[in-house]
Structure formats: structure tokens, C-alpha cells
């Protein structure tokens, strides 16, 4: 390696190139080139120092990141090198599991199951051992088998008959993928684990191939892959890790935060080097990142720096109005793109999917190009067709295009053959779908001609009652009676299903606000009409948005979905507390800690310019919200803030809920208006009869604003209302 490729390099990205061997923990600010250190000490190694390309591993969490890596390194390295490992820890296991799996009874030609394989073991097993799959969703099954894998102990945290079921169904799946020469994904991470600590020989080989591993993004490790690297470090300890504990956003996904402490622990003799310069973002920026997560405490101490100057302030705008905040990144995004700033160079980030949709109304209405990432458009996503589908049902009971989308959706046990057998009669009878219904279906079984009438029985009722009700009461009852909702309420109780559930019942939420706002512009015309407009409107919308794609657009996506991208401009917007941080995280401590790394990712994903942006008034999930600014916007420092709108105004910013507040000084006079009041301090638990548990964020005078769980979220209700009960 020549020297020229040091000059790229900064002193400590340096230092940690050049550490070859001991355990190194390179501790990597946001844009502080992480990549370009860990391609550079591969190269390093073999180059420099000597070390055989086979005795080195490099572990990344992507096939894309491992497959950029593979290619900077072979550019770097002038002679051509082989048998070096830079892959996922699923692709590393996969290879050592065909290496050394007959040591565990498997043969060497076994097959991965992916997660839709896996719902048919599941199923097939439930139909054996005669258990109902509308009882116990095989979804919650598959995830609860995938955790169990890791840990045996998770059946005692659940509740009987599921702890039982799930158990019998483990060990049936275990069985049947044992016996047909089958791993599914957690296999894996879990046989390879299984190899390392039952057979010592299997161990030390491995230890003997990776004499020196490396791993980027440490922090999105889970206990797994920690344990694996572990095993394969204990012995040579060259063990090279780079991680951010400031950017660990994915706990939902399982990562452990504490793996990085795991580390400090396992290899107290570890060198730390702290890569804190930023390539990416100006000063400003980087202050305000620092100033944020500096109120994490579980945190390596560091302050990103840039020599890329002091730039523009950060602006923070606050709207009236949701729509106002809308129409004013739209402005901005206008008045940048006139000033020469690319669409492809600006994005809009937000806490969930279901934000996404005020902006996508906005930017399509102006003919700006956009695409969701990371995600489908607001409009395209399953749940509002299939909210669609329904609602054209009972407009028009002929749409077989809308019957051939919900029929069985939720599932109600009519397959596809007696679907198929039901379009083959409309052709022969030239009669829709709908209509068939009442003409007998003799051709199918009786249980299926029952669950068809009552699907038909159903929507004609709903329909029968579109005049006597409002929109909004069609829409819930179309979803409450038809099972949709209840569905998604059973369906993956636990892990990534019940969170992407959860994601869907918000989105469907939203989908009440988008019905309410469009039927007002219509004045004195029948329910029927309405809905009918409005339908039509959003299938035009869809093609309209179809027009608009091009090369150069603005991108929208959530701040997860953010995470290794940056853009010059970035829009930050919702930032109302009970949105972000959720109400959720609003319980837990820990959980804030996460949401404000998620706030540091998003922000250090701007190169020049940050918009941070709210609004007093958010007409979400089919109500007004009147929430405070959120907590993460009173931890950037006024000097660093241009504030616009409201903004410019004295506003109450919330001083943040903790599971244990720390003490604050009570004022005589807040003292006595508490005693003369009796009624609830911010932080308080209350249990609501209709709500549920929440958390008041606010107190003015005989209100109080409470966050409660998911889709509910921020309420102001009187405090002495009879529903609320503290504690």
C-alpha cells in the first residue's frame, strides 16, 4: 500500500488502520468514513503486514455493504487476492454450516427454508396436530419459534394455552426440519453456535482460518452474532469493531445496544479510537447533533467536528396547522429547486409511514416529483387497497375487480380453486360476481357457499345504511364487521409482525383523516356521492403519481429508512411530542434514549441545511391533535436555530416524562393551585375507560394533554373528567 492512500486519511483513522493486532474498538461518529477505515485496514493487513487474505474475516449486515466492501478492497490491493471472507453473518454461517454441519447429524446438501417456507412447516404442522389457525396465527407462531431458538426460556413468559401450543409446535417444526435436511434463517446463526460450543475442534479450525475479524456496525449486533464473534475472538483476540452506540436505532429488530459494553467487558485490554471528524455535514449541524444525544446517558462520550465550515443555521418552523407545515416544505422545496438545488438532493423525514401522506398529497397536487422510500406510497400500501377495495364494494356491488382483492381478506376460508370455479360461472352466466352468490354456487362446498353469503350479507347492509350514517361510521363498521381490523389486532403478536401490524392499523387510522377532509369540500350531496367522488379522485391520484417519476426527486422516508444516506437538504418533520418521540417511548426512559438517536441519525443525514418542522394543530388518525413541541427541539441551542412561524413565538416546550422524574422546584403558587386542584402532575400514570393507560405530558389550568398508547395518542381532556383515574 502506498502512502498516498494515508493522505486520504485523518490521524486517528490512521491509528485505526495501522492497530493490527489486540482487540480495537473504533468508536464511529455519523459520516466519519467507517468504511473507508475498514477497507483500508483489510488492505493494510494484507499489503503491509503480510497477513494471508484467508486469515481474515470482515463482517457487515448487508449484501450490498458487504459487496461494496469486496470491491473497494480488490481496487486497493494491486495483486489480485482470494479466500478472504466479507459477508453478512447469515452468509458466514451458511458457509461454515456446509463446511461442518454432518457434525450436528445434517448432511452437507441441506436447503434454507426462507420465512414464507416457514409458514408452511407451521401450517402443516397445526393441521397435523389439529389446531386452528384462526386461534393461533401461524405468524405468532413463526416468532415465537424463531426467539425460542435463541433463548428456550421465552415459552415461560407466555401465557397458557399459547405456551403449550407453541412449545408442541416448536419441537414438531424442529423435528420435521431435522428430518428433511432443512435450516431456516435463525439455523443459521444458531447451528453455527451450536457447532462452536459442542465440538471444540470445529472451534479452534476456525479460530486457526480468522485470525483477525473485523465487524462494522457493532451496535446493530444482536446476542447471536455477538456470541459467535466472541467464540472466534476468544482465542487470537484480534478483534476489530467498529460501532456508534449514538446510531443503534433497530432494538425492535433484536440488536443490542450493550453488545458494545459486552465488548469492554469481554476484552478489557481493548484500544479505543475515536473517529469523530464528519466528511459529510457543516458545523452547525454537527453541534446540533451533539447538543441532542449529549442528554443520552448510556453513551460513549464523543463530539462530531467538520472542516467543512459553519454553515446555515437550522431553521425551525412551527405551522398552525398540519397542512401549513406541509405547504411550507413544500415552498421551500420549490424555492431550492429554483435556486439549483437538485429534487434528488432534498428529503423528508419522518417518525412512521403513516406521516408520509399530508407531504405526498402536497407534492403530487404541485407536480414536484417524489418517491417514498423504503416503503411503498402512502396510497399503494396493502391495507388502504384493500380499505379501497371494501369501500368500492359498497358503492358498487358489480366491482369484481374490488370483490377479487377482499373475498378472503381477511381470511375467511374461501380458496382460490372456489374463486377461480366462481369466475369460470360469471363467464358462462355473463353475471357478476356478487350476483353469482344468490344463484346457489352449487358447484362449491356448502362452508364455502355460507361464508360467501354472509361476505354479501355483510357489504349489502353496510350498504343498505350509507345514508343514516356518516362516512367515518361506514368505514369502521366496513372494518370492524368484516374482521380487517381484529385481523391485524391477532395477527403477530410479537417481533416484526406485530410491529408492521401496528404500522397498518396507523395507517388505516390516517385513512379516516384523508375521508374527512375530502368529503367537507363536497356540501349538501348523498354519502353516496361523496364516497363515490372520492374514490374516483385517489385511482386518478395513483396514475397521476405515476406520471410524475423521473431521475430527480424529492425522497420521503422514514428516519430508519434513513440510516446510511445523506442528502444536502434535509426536512424533519412531525416533531411533536407523543409523534416523536412516540407515546410509546413516552413510558420508558430507555425507549426515549432510542427515539433521540433517531433523531441524531436523522439530523446527521443533512450535508448543508436542516428544516425542523411541526404544527399546533394535526388533524391525524381521524382526529385534531393539539401537541406540545417535542422534547428534542428545547436540546438544540437557541444560537443554532432560525425560528420561523409560531416557532418565533414563547412556546411551551415539553421538559420530558422519565419512569422516575427527577425532583423540580415547585413554585408557593404552583404549589397551592396543585393542592386547591387536587388533580394530576405532569408525569402522572392515569387508566382511562375508554383510552386505556397514558401519561400526562401537560397541565394548563383545568386541562390536561395525555399520551396514550398507539393508534390513540395525544389527547387534552378535562382534568377531573370522571373516565380518568390516576395511578
Not at 386452528?132 to 413468559?157: G, H, L, T, W
Not at 457493532?218 to 456470541?227: A, G, I, K, S, V
Not at 417514498?372 to 400500501?381: A, D, P
Request: with cysteine; charged share 30%; proline share 2%.
Amino acid at each position: 500500500m502506498s502512502n498516498a492512500i494515508f493522505e486520504k486519511l485523518n490521524n486517528n483513522q490512521i491509528e485505526a488502520v495501522k492497530t493490527v493486532y489486540g482487540p480495537v474498538m473504533a468508536v464511529a461518529g455519523a459520516g466519519s468514513g467507517k468504511t473507508r477505515v475498514l477497507t483500508n485496514r483489510i488492505s493494510y493487513l494484507i499489503e503491509e503486514v503480510g497477513i494471508p487474505s484467508t486469515q481474515i474475516l470482515a463482517i457487515t449486515f448487508t449484501n450490498k455493504a458487504a459487496e461494496e466492501m469486496r470491491n473497494r478492497v480488490h481496487r486497493m490491493i494491486e495483486v489480485p487476492v482470494s479466500g478472504i471472507w466479507i459477508s453478512t453473518f447469515h452468509s458466514m454461517g451458511a458457509k461454515i454450516l456446509r463446511n461442518d454441519i454432518h457434525h450436528l447429524g445434517y448432511k452437507h446438501d441441506f436447503q434454507i427454508i426462507d420465512d414464507d417456507d416457514q409458514q408452511i412447516v407451521i401450517k402443516k404442522i397445526m393441521k397435523e396436530l389439529n389446531m386452528d389457525p384462526k386461534r393461533f396465527i401461524p405468524r405468532a407462531i413463526a416468532s415465537i419459534i424463531e426467539r425460542a431458538k435463541a433463548d428456550s426460556s421465552v415459552f415461560q413468559d407466555i401465557e397458557e394455552p399459547m405456551s403449550s401450543i407453541s412449545f408442541k409446535i416448536f419441537q414438531e417444526y424442529q423435528s420435521f426440519l431435522f428430518r428433511n435436511n432443512l435450516v431456516d434463517f435463525q439455523d443459521l446463526l444458531v447451528l453455527v453456535i451450536a457447532l462452536f460450543e459442542q465440538f471444540d475442534e470445529v472451534l479452534e479450525k476456525y479460530q486457526r482460518w480468522f485470525q483477525y475479524i473485523l465487524v462494522d456496525e457493532f451496535q446493530d449486533t444482536n446476542d447471536l452474532q455477538y456470541r459467535i464473534v466472541h467464540a472466534l475472538a476468544k482465542k487470537n483476540r484480534n478483534l476489530f469493531i467498529v460501532g456508534d452506540e449514538d446510531q443503534s436505532i433497530y432494538a425492535f429488530r433484536g440488536a443490542n445496544i450493550a453488545n458494545i459494553r459486552k465488548f469492554m467487558r469481554d476484552y478489557p485490554e481493548h484500544k479505543k479510537i475515536i473517529l469523530n471528524q464528519n466528511y459529510r455535514s457543516t458545523n452547525r449541524i454537527l453541534t446540533a447533533a451533539n447538543q441532542v444525544i449529549s442528554h443520552n446517558k448510556t453513551r460513549i462520550p464523543k463530539d462530531l467536528f467538520s472542516t467543512l465550515g459553519e454553515g446555515e443555521y437550522l431553521t425551525h418552523y412551527k405551522g398552525q396547522t398540519d397542512d401549513e407545515e406541509a405547504y411550507y416544505i413544500y415552498s421551500k422545496i420549490k424555492q431550492l429547486h429554483k435556486d439549483h438545488t437538485l429534487y434528488k438532493d432534498m428529503a423528508i423525514l419522518y417518525r412512521n409511514n403513516a406521516m408520509s401522506r399530508k407531504f405526498e398529497d402536497l407534492l403530487l397536487k404541485y407536480n414536484i416529483p417524489y418517491r417514498v422510500i423504503g416503503n411503498l406510497s402512502f396510497y399503494k400500501r396493502k391495507e388502504i387497497k384493500d380499505a379501497m377495495a371494501y369501500l368500492r364494494l359498497v358503492i358498487n356491488l358489480g366491482d369484481d375487480y374490488a370483490f377479487s382483492r377482499v373475498y378472503n381478506e381477511p381470511r375467511r376460508g374461501i380458496g382460490e380453486t372456489s374463486f377461480e370455479k366462481m369466475v369460470e360461472q360469471t363467464k358462462i352466466h355473463h353475471v357478476k360476481l356478487m350476483d353469482l352468490i344468490d344463484m346457489g354456487l352449487d358447484f362449491l362446498p356448502l362452508s364455502t357457499r355460507q361464508k360467501l353469503k354472509q361476505f354479501k350479507e355483510m357489504i349489502e347492509e353496510i350498504k343498505y345504511k350509507i345514508e343514516d350514517q356518516n362516512i367515518i361510521q361506514t368505514y369502521e363498521n366496513l372494518l370492524e364487521k368484516s374482521g380487517y381490523m381484529a385481523s391485524l389486532h391477532q395477527d403477530g403478536q410479537m417481533g416484526d409482525k406485530m410491529i408492521e401490524n401496528e404500522r397498518r392499523i396507523e395507517n388505516l387510522q390516517e385513512f379516516k383523516t384523508i375521508l374527512l377532509e375530502k368529503i367537507k369540500e363536497y356540501g349538501d350531496i348523498s354519502n353516496y356521492e361523496k364516497l363515490t367522488i372520492v374514490l374516483n379522485e385517489m385511482t386518478l391520484r395513483e396514475e397521476a403519481q405515476e406520471a410524475l417519476l423521473s431521475d430527480d426527486y424529492v425522497s420521503l422516508m422514514t428516519m430508519h429508512s434513513a440510516k446510511g444516506l445523506e442528502f444536502k437538504v434535509v426536512f424533519i418533520a412531525c416533531l411533536e411530542q407523543g409523534l416523536f418521540p412516540s407515546s410509546q417511548a413516552l413510558f420508558e426512559h430507555i425507549d426515549v434514549e432510542e427515539e433521540r438517536r433517531l433523531f441524531y441519525v436523522a439530523l446527521t443525514r443533512a450535508k448543508e441545511r436542516v428544516f425542523l418542522t411541526n404544527a399546533e394543530s394535526r388533524f391525524m388518525y381521524g382526529h385534531y391533535q393539539h401537541n406540545s413541541d417535542s422534547e428534542f427541539l428545547r436540546e438544540i441551542h437557541d444560537e443554532l436555530i432560525d425560528r420561523q412561524g409560531l416557532a418565533k413565538k414563547k412556546t411551551t416546550i415539553y421538559e420530558g416524562i422519565r419512569r422516575k422524574p427527577e425532583p423540580v422546584t415547585v413554585t408557593p403558587e404552583v404549589a397551592e393551585y396543585q393542592k386547591v386542584n387536587n388533580q394530576l402532575s405532569i408525569g402522572d400514570k392515569i387508566t382511562h375507560q375508554v383510552f386505556g393507560s397514558g401519561v400526562v405530558v401537560m397541565i394548563d389550568k383545568d386541562k390536561a394533554t395525555i399520551a396514550f398508547q398507539a393508534p390513540i395518542g395525544i389527547k387534552t381532556l378535562m382534568k377531573d373528567h370522571p373516565s380518568i383515574k390516576k395511578g
